[in-house]
Structures are given as C-alpha cells and as structure tokens.
C-alpha cells in the first residue's frame, strides 16, 4: 500500500524557520521523483519543488528559491523540505508527492500546467498545515 506521511507543520511567526519530513513507504522510494506541493484554502494547488531520484537535483518554484531547501534520504524513504525566512503568503497545506513515472519525469509538462491537481501525481499524502503569522 503506497503511503506518504508528511509532518513538520505548525505555526511560525514571519521570518522563521520549519522543517517538514515525508516518510514514503509502499513503493519503491529510489524509483521516483518527489515533489512538495502546497495549497491554500481557495486557491490553486502550486508547485514548490521536485527533486530527482538520485538527490542530485532539485528544481525550485520562484516564489520559494533561496529560501526553501528540499532534499531526500534514499535509505530512509524519506523527503525534506527546510522553509526558512518564512512569509504570511506560505501559509498554506504542504503535501509531499510522488511522480506519476518510474524512473521518469512529468515534471516538464507539470511546471507549465493550470491549473495543476494532485490527481496529476502518483501519489500523494495528507499534507501538512504550515501557519506563519505573528
């Protein structure tokens, strides 16, 4: 069964730091490239960043670049993503994603597509709440 939990949420003044995790299990980790993706209340799902399976690479939205940092542990099954010099307009529901390919990529496609969905991921958790407010 594939499962991604993701935890790390809370609430953080404007400025601050959090870490979120993704604890993926069910399929084969090393196989994918894995997304966060976040989402707020009445507004579209947005693209934050994808990293490729190695963990070599990782492609960052503009809104989040130098100051998010996703990164991934292929012996844990496990993604991160440090969100530092938070903004108000980051609040929102983090999920972590799976692609939809093995050993592929709909990344190009999916960083030009609107509005973007979770249904076009593999698969994806429960997200994560991140607050920042003062």
């Known amino acids: 069964q594939v499962q991604l939990v993701e935890s790390g949420g809370g609430l953080v003044q404007p400025g601050g730091s959090l870490r979120l995790s993704c604890k993926a299990s069910?399929?084969?980790?090393?196989?994918?490239?894995m997304y966060w993706v976040r989402q707020v209340p009445g507004k579209g799902l947005e693209w934050i960043s994808v990293t490729r399976i190695s963990g070599d690479q990782t492609y960052y939205a503009d809104s989040v670049k130098g100051r998010f940092t996703a990164s991934r542990d292929n012996v844990e099954n496990k993604l991160y993503l440090q969100m530092n010099s938070l903004k108000s307009e980051d609040t929102a529901i983090y999920y972590c994603?799976?692609?939809?390919?093995?050993?592929?990529?709909?990344?190009?496609?999916?960083?030009?597509?609107?509005?973007?969905?979770?249904?076009?991921?593999?698969?994806w958790g429960l997200g994560t709440q991140v607050t920042v407010s003062s």
């Open positions: 994603a799976r692609d939809a390919i093995q050993y592929g990529t709909r990344w190009f496609d999916l960083r030009k597509k609107s509005p973007l969905s979770l249904t076009d991921f593999g698969a």
């Open positions: 069910g399929f084969a980790f090393t196989s994918y490239w």
